[in-house]
């Protein structure tokens, strides 16, 4: 079971804040979905594997040349505050 | 009327000279003018003909493109608020390809939000609504595409499937949805959701069409390193040809989970594949029920980490009030992400989280090579395994927003083709009581699209809805 302030942590650990109502809402839907998934207590996987991929694939190697890239200024066409040829965000530093 | 028209039946006429590209776009465009409204398939249409200079097959037939796929100077809105001022900067792969074999563009198409969804009602830009019936979902979450297709708004689309949504939607569209085989095509320019799963794939109205579009956009991207180096034939060559002797799983097991119409459909299609010269057999995954806990383990495991990137610096939306630079982040994705988008993050996040890692992520790492098993073992018996593809014709608009479990289950039978990679299409298989579509699925093991073409074909021939397409 996940607890309302469960979801409050994990809310924080994803970058998000919600509202209390909210918070009851998602706490009960995640109850209801990990619930379900406790379908899977019925098999033993002690002897299975991870999988993290189904098929096989080898590592991609190139070599380490300077390509063309995207333009400076393309790179920044959607950004919510350029500058300077760069992504601007608000101060992080102390002085 | 060319809107009505196949991809196959135009490339034919522009051929002969009977008519020209641009009487297409305009014909598709009118539809569009005069459906949309209504329907809601598109995010975007483009108003203009953008001739394509390219002599490829296409010869400039319009194509729509689902709303999380880049086409370089449109925007990109994966229907949802953060990217909803998002121009795309290149092309994806397969739009670079489409383009060099000579498509032209009508528009994005709309999906539920970052393609999180079996019904387009996560949508930031509103719902759509099934062309077959107005108060239904069209599924999702390419339900742009299969309403599109459906309806007349395009001849022919591109979706994208993670858990089944080309499938779905095209099954509950009453229209041809293929996923291929994990790294048949390019996901480069395709908004990341769940890597692992991700796929891109036609949605169009009949098989030969996805055949065409499947030439085009398969094959090895470096862009993409794990898109798979492995010689693509033409999937043409596999229509119209006898299936005497093919061996065919049925996955009946599935049954159980279906209401009366889909068993009555599955029925027939038995029967159909039998006359065909079909050698049909009952087949058991043993692991494949699990598909639904597994995938909502890994797929939200995996967006959570893609989405990590939305945090108002780089593109995209940003919220306006905010004290420092990580009060920015929270109010940028808190205000720009939907409820569902949410949710997943939020799953994805515990998921992984230290102590729950072993629990869930690792353990459902565990079942995907469980039923990656079962599918390896099925497919030393047989060429394709059948099942339908949803287990309801589509539900009401409403009926399933407030309860994400009971959403989440509509998946249950295409999820497993995602977690093992394999290739699977959704073909119409008759109609419910209530006179919407069904979907029949057929899968083959990985690069093995030969197969499903096969008997797609010779089963479309027997059943499909061509007459009955809500086009007029």
């Given at each position: 079971m996940i607890d309302k302030e469960e979801v409050k942590r994990i809310a924080k650990l994803?970058?998000?804040?919600?509202?209390?109502?909210?918070?009851?809402?998602?706490?009960?839907?995640?109850?209801?979905?990990?619930?379900?998934?406790?379908?899977?207590?019925?098999?033993?996987?002690?002897?299975?594997?991870?999988?993290?991929?189904?098929?096989?694939?080898?590592?991609v190697f190139r070599e380490d040349r300077v390509k063309e890239s995207i333009e400076n200024e393309k790179a920044l066409k959607n950004a919510p505050?350029?500058?300077?040829?760069?992504?601007?965000?608000?101060?992080?530093?102390e002085r | 009327m060319l809107y009505k028209k196949t991809l196959h039946e135009l490339i034919e006429l522009l051929d002969k000279g009977e008519i020209e590209a641009k009487d297409i776009y305009e014909s598709v465009l009118n539809r569009i003018k005069e459906k949309d409204n209504e329907i809601n398939a598109y995010?975007?249409?483009?108003?203009?003909?953008?001739?394509?200079?390219?002599?490829?097959?296409?010869?400039?037939?319009?194509?729509?493109?689902?709303?999380?796929?880049?086409?370089?100077?449109?925007?990109?809105?994966?229907?949802?608020?953060?990217?909803?001022?998002?121009?795309?900067?290149?092309?994806?792969?397969?739009?670079?390809?489409?383009?060099?074999?000579?498509?032209?563009?009508?528009?994005?198409?709309?999906?539920?939000?970052?393609?999180?969804?079996?019904?387009?009602?996560?949508?930031?830009?509103?719902?759509?609504?099934?062309?077959?019936?107005?108060?239904?979902?069209?599924?999702?979450?390419?339900?742009?595409?299969?309403?599109?297709?459906?309806?007349?708004?395009?001849?022919?689309?591109?979706?994208?499937?993670?858990?089944?949504?080309?499938?779905?939607?095209?099954?509950?569209?009453?229209?041809?949805?293929?996923?291929?085989?994990?790294?048949?095509?390019?996901?480069f320019g395709?908004?990341?959701?769940?890597?692992?799963?991700?796929?891109?794939?036609?949605?169009?109205?009949?098989?030969?069409?996805?055949?065409i579009l499947m030439n085009i956009i398969c094959g090895h991207d470096e862009n993409d390193s794990t898109s798979a180096n492995v010689d693509v034939p033409d999937f043409t060559e596999f229509l119209d040809k006898s299936v005497k002797g093919m061996k065919i799983g049925f996955y009946d097991k599935t049954l159980e989970d279906c209401n009366e119409d889909v068993q009555k459909a599955m029925d027939e299609t038995v029967k159909i594949l039998k006359n065909l010269g079909c050698e049909i057999e009952?087949?058991?995954?043993?692991?494949?029920?699990?598909a639904v806990s597994d995938y909502y383990i890994i797929a939200p495991a995996e967006a959570s980490s893609n989405l990590a990137r939305y945090d108002g610096v780089k593109y995209g939306f940003r919220a306006e009030d905010y004290e420092d630079l990580k009060d920015m982040y929270i109010k940028t994705r808190s205000e720009g992400f939907g409820d569902e988008v949410k949710r997943r993050i939020m799953l994805g996040t515990y998921v992984l989280s230290s102590g729950y890692y072993d629990a869930y992520y690792l353990k459902a790492q565990k079942l995907r090579g469980l039923i990656k098993q079962d599918f390896d073992k099925a497919f030393e018996k047989f060429d394709c395994i059948i099942s339908p593809t949803t287990p309801t014709e589509a539900f009401?608009?409403?009926?399933?927003?407030?309860?994400?479990?009971?959403?989440?289950l509509s998946?249950?039978?295409?999820?497993?083709?995602?977690?093992?990679?394999?290739?699977?299409?959704?073909?119409?298989?008759?109609?419910?009581?209530?006179?919407?579509?069904?979907?029949?699925?057929?899968?083959?093991?990985?690069?093995?699209?030969?197969l499903i073409f096969k008997l797609a074909s010779a089963f479309e021939k027997e059943f499909n809805l061509w007459d009955r397409l809500p086009l007029n």
């Open positions: 994803s970058m998000l804040e919600l509202k209390e109502e909210d918070v009851d809402k998602f706490c009960l839907q995640f109850n209801e979905i990990l619930d379900y998934m406790k379908e899977m207590d019925e098999l033993d996987l002690s002897k299975q594997e991870a999988v993290f991929h189904v098929i096989e694939l080898q590592n505050d350029p500058a300077d040829g760069a992504f601007r965000v608000p101060k992080v530093i | 995010v975007s249409v483009f108003d203009d003909f953008e001739e394509n200079k390219e002599s490829g097959i296409l010869k400039n037939i319009p194509v729509a493109i689902k709303d999380n796929i880049h086409i370089e100077g449109k925007k990109t809105t994966c229907s949802s608020k953060i990217l909803s001022n998002f121009t795309a900067i290149f092309d994806a792969t397969v739009i670079k390809k489409l383009k060099k074999a000579g498509a032209t563009f009508i528009g994005k198409t709309n999906l539920d939000e970052f393609a999180m969804g079996s019904s387009t009602e996560t949508s930031y830009f509103g719902t759509t609504k099934n062309p077959w019936d107005t108060t239904r979902i069209p599924g999702g979450s390419s339900g742009g595409s299969a309403a599109a297709v459906a309806s007349g708004e395009a001849i022919a689309a591109l979706g994208s499937d993670t858990g089944g949504s080309i499938r779905q939607p095209a099954s509950l569209c009453g229209v041809v949805g293929f996923k291929p085989t994990y790294g048949r095509v390019s996901r395709l908004v990341a959701f769940a890597s692992s799963l991700d796929q891109i794939g036609p949605i169009t109205r009949d098989v030969k069409d996805a055949a009952s087949v058991d995954l043993p692991n494949a029920k699990y009401r608009i409403g009926e399933k927003v407030n309860n994400p479990l009971q959403m989440y998946d249950i039978f295409t999820i497993p083709a995602n977690l093992t990679a394999i290739p699977a299409v959704s073909i119409p298989n008759g109609l419910s009581k209530n006179g919407l579509p069904l979907g029949l699925q057929i899968m083959a093991n990985a690069f093995r699209e030969d």
